[in-house]
């Protein structure tokens, strides 16, 4: 079982910068695409970001030259670099997983989300 753990989140002024953490247990990170997910009050989560085990990234257009994922196998953690806030990055964020696994089935994990709140 796969167990994620964020961390980071807290209130910045727009223009200000936070970086957020996830951490995984039961599983290295070295096997599975993993990403950021946010969900604001009163809309759908949708996704942020994503980092495959090579390294490459995508990004939704809402956060593309601001925001910056990165991961250090060594420590089994994934980072979210988020500069240039907005009130609309106002969320929860939460770390996912994604395994394949040798069947093809695909399953997702999730961690308990970190709260980020930009405002003045």
């Known amino acids: 079982q796969v167990q994620l753990v964020e961390s980071g989140g807290g209130l910045v002024q727009p223009g200000g910068s936070l970086r957020l953490s996830c951490t995984a247990s039961?599983?290295?990170?070295?096997?599975?695409?993993m990403g950021w997910y946010r969900q604001a009050p009163g809309k759908q989560r949708e996704l942020v970001a994503t980092?495959?085990?090579?390294?490459?990234?995508n990004y939704a257009d809402s956060v593309k030259g601001r925001f910056t994922m990165s991961r250090d196998n060594a420590k089994n953690t994934v980072y979210l670099q988020m500069n240039s806030l907005n009130p609309e990055d106002t969320a929860v964020y939460y770390c996912?997983?994604?395994?394949?696994?040798?069947?093809?089935?695909?399953?997702?994990?999730w961690g308990q989300g970190t709260e980020v709140t930009v405002s003045s």
């Open positions: 996912n997983a994604r395994r394949m696994f040798i069947s093809k089935l695909i399953y997702d994990y």
């Open positions: 039961g599983s290295s990170i070295t096997i599975c695409t």
């Open positions: 980092i495959t085990s090579g390294d490459s990234t």
